[in-house]
């Protein structure tokens, strides 16, 4: 028989706050954490905005890199609701990216003929984050890294909710965190055409499914879950959120920076979470879309949601609101998941203000519902083609 | 649950595509890294990928490890079915790969006088630094180019964790199959350290001990279910598990000396070789971190060896 798979414990930082409530709050308001960069002059750049995370309290252990103080913050709040976790059958899977020098550092490290410095390039290894958390946590059991893009984190949180399943573990720690807010990623995503160009308007730029969409905002934020096995969390009596149900993935295999128009792949994943979960797709009350506010994203995710859903299912990108923080997006939006079924609240997709017919769907428009549902699923589509889907259950 | 076996497998090595024999060796002077402590290297002269692009063009868009990557497993999926909406893709990469310059002139743009410009960075630097670079070298791009280039399209994953990357892919795929979310699966690990970077960063790993020449390589293996190579009359090669029921270790530097240090591709290496060279049955384990080892258990079906050890031809499988 399977184990089931609960949340016991959640946290984030995002641009809208720097816990789980603000951040749940700020959603639910219809409020944007999008603005003018403010960590370095990116006035020459083609686009002047961002999703920044808000600004946290240092941690003992994150050696000055945000990303390290992003994950340490999301974790400890994670873990300040379910209790220690700690031990040899507690492993940790976060999904994260490989972090970059900055251009000055490495024009410095080529006027210096040297290589950047040793320990700084440690730090940027896409698995730093995962070792911390491992060592914060005192989690002895199995540890990995999952990069996938945009997808990562859902697949970390998916990768722990297997390997509880399995038996590798009887309790994960799972998230994902990202920093990309720098001159060469928001140059190079501007020159693919991925991004906002709202320079003049940038609370209004992020616009998931809205007809004058122009792409997304670059964010950045953790969000770090406790997922247990049922017996275990009941064992120790700790309080359930919600259970985690279902993870399904799947590869486009059609181009690097596009989604099949078709929705395919899209459809392949939420039809691999719903069976994972053993549902059918009028049981889903709610989906927390990918939906990025690109040209070409939400056209083909709301394709892929027509295949698998009845047009009633509800909608929304809290994209709008917070930016795309990428490798960590999966995770922060699970979260809000539960935060849905736990409420049973809605949050909205802000500034949807003319619907794109090319995406018809059941959108939760503007302002938060309120709504009964059993079980919310969200996506997580990458940059390279990879998708994951996630579903979250109210536990019963 | 079901068994799992390996029916196809794919190389790309300093010593060719197929395996080798033990006394072979790639390592070599290298002149690209005088000056360094270390001026050896098993470097891979060719990456054959004509076969597998759809476009030939998108070679351009790919680093090297993507390259790699592609290079095996277009093989290991030679004479597999050609259905492969649920086929699962799982890659073990390593370090992001040097970007062979492409930077050098917008970083030589920062400097003014032979010192660093704030304005020149903030101007001519960031104009001509190559805005593909970041996004072509982000980890995943493996996974993506070959999802693209050989139409896998089922559940998938990119690890990242050093030597222990390829076998949590590994790990992950037979778990996949066994728990039937897939009927087959793709497992590729790549990675890529014989640049002067990669010296150093292997120098930084190694923490004041002495260190194997780097090497770079991809490999590939091909797993499914027992039930389902059987349907289809593929040949198992190998079975592989989860558990060590007692197998011997085999040594994940064990060919250091024929193809240098290649870390991440490491383990799947030590996988590939098992079967090639026909032991009959082995452990093969790593480790991230402090953690406890990951580690994947190789039997070789008949104890012989399933894939030819010269050239390249001969049955795939």
Redesign the interface.
Known sequence: MTRRVVITGVGMVTPLGRCVESTWEGVCAGRSGVGPVTRF?AS??PVTFAAEAVNVEPQPEDQGDLKLRLAATALREALAQSGSVAG?RTGVCLG???G?PS??T???A??DNA?PD?EE??L????AP??LV?AIAGA??????????CT?SS?AVG?GL?RIR?GDADAMIVGGVDVLVD???I??????GALSERNADPRRASRPFDADRDGFVLGEGAGILILESAERAEARGATVLAELSGF?????????TDSPPDGR?AH?SMA?ALS?AGLQPEQIGYINAHGTSTPMNDPSEARGIQRTFPPSVRVSSTKSSMGHLVAACGAVEAILCVLAIRDQRLPPTINLERPDPACALNHIANRAVDCEIEHAMTNAF?????NGSLVVSKHA | MHDVVVTGMGLCTALGDAPFEPSASAVAEQSELEGLRHTTAAVIERVELRAWLKRRKDRKLMARPAQLALAAAGPALHGSSSERDGMGLYVGVGREPGDDGESAPALIAAQVGGRLDEAAVAGPCRDLYPPLLPLKTLPNMALAHISIHLDVRGENGAWCGGAAAGLTALRAAVWSIREGRCDTALVVAADTWVSAGGVRDLLRIANGASIDAPGEAGVALLLESEAHASARGARAMARVATERAGAPIRQLSDHHAALGDCHAADALLAVAMSIGEGQSHCWVQAQEGSQPAVGVAVAVEGGVACYPREGTGGDRG
Do not use: W
């Open positions: 002059d020459s750049l040899a994260s990216e490989i970059r251009l000055e490495l024009a410095q080529m006027v290589a040793p390039l440690a940027m290894h896409p698995a995962t070792r491992a002895e059991g199995p540890l990995s890294t999952v990069s996938t893009a990562s697949q990768e297997l399995r001159a060469i990623m140059t190079g995503f501007a020159k693919l399904g993935c799947s590869c486009n295999a059609y181009r690097i792949g392949q691999a994972d990458g940059f390279g083609g990879s």
